[in-house]
């Protein structure tokens, strides 16, 4: 057996994705932020202090975005969640949006209490909008927040239901394989982590889990094949250097 494996956890990531900029100011600000996020947060800042009310959400966004960029996790919380208070509140879709990437920004920034309130509110805004698959999106970063608070059977219930709203989400499958596998369950481990590959057989986060579940079942091979295909996949990524590492550990003889 390997001496260490990952732990339940998986890269923050802030999305940019599943928003519609209003006009071309906020989408011009988010791409900014991804290169010059302090000159992002200036250019925000200024839109801020000319908008009111609903229209502040976007400006505090940008902010956001810049923020989480430069890896200041508490200032991009806050900035997404003062985005999601200035939405409408009848925008379930838009504050489930935002709130989720506050909880995410409280994940990165080690505070899942925090993390855990503002994910419970986006998960609720978004079964309000009717979005079950954001929903669940929700729900398996809920998930983490728990395991972070070592609530790791509320989590289970969590990634339960999460898997029910987002059935297609390889992300929502790969965090429950990763926590049956912590909770010694290598069975429902392996189906789960076979149904995250199956929906997405490009992650290598997918493959490295795969690895370690069929190494703790003692399928060495299967294993060994795994993590082949992690590095073969995507060579520079740390998911093959944990490959990599791993392969040292068993011996890495051809597939």
Excluded at 51 to 70: F, K, M, N, S, T
Excluded at 93 to 115: I, K, Q, V
Aim: with cysteine.
């Amino acid at each position: 057996m390997l001496s260490a494996f990952a732990l339940f956890a998986a890269q923050i990531v802030i999305p940019f994705g599943g928003h519609q900029a209003a006009d071309n100011q906020l989408k011009e600000c988010l791409d900014q932020a991804q290169g010059d996020p302090t000159g992002a947060v200036a250019r925000a800042t200024a839109w801020l202090a000319k908008a009111r009310d609903a229209a502040r959400a976007e400006p505090h966004e940008c902010i956001g975005q810049a923020y989480a960029g430069l890896q200041r996790w508490s200032a991009a919380h806050d900035a997404f969640l003062a985005a999601r208070d200035a939405t409408a509140a009848n925008d379930h879709l838009g504050r489930a949006r935002l709130g989720a990437m506050a909880g995410n920004a409280a994940l990165a920034g080690s505070d899942a209490a925090t993390a855990l309130s503002d994910l419970d509110q986006a998960v609720a805004d978004a079964a309000l909008a009717g979005n079950n698959p954001l929903a669940g999106s929700i729900g398996a970063d809920k998930a983490r927040a728990l395991v972070a608070l070592g609530r790791k059977d509320e989590a289970a219930k969590a990634l339960a239901l999460a898997r029910t709203q987002a059935p297609r989400d390889p992300q929502v499958w790969l965090l429950s394989a990763t926590l049956s596998r912590r909770l010694g369950d290598l069975t429902a481990a392996l189906g789960q982590i076979v149904t995250a590959a199956s929906l997405d057989r490009t992650d290598p986060a997918i493959g490295l889990e795969a690895g370690v579940i069929h190494e703790l079942g003692g399928d060495e091979a299967a294993a060994r094949q795994s993590w082949q295909a992690v590095v073969a996949l995507a060579p520079d990524s740390p998911e093959a250097a944990s490959a990599k590492a791993y392969l040292a550990q068993i011996g890495d003889k051809p597939g």
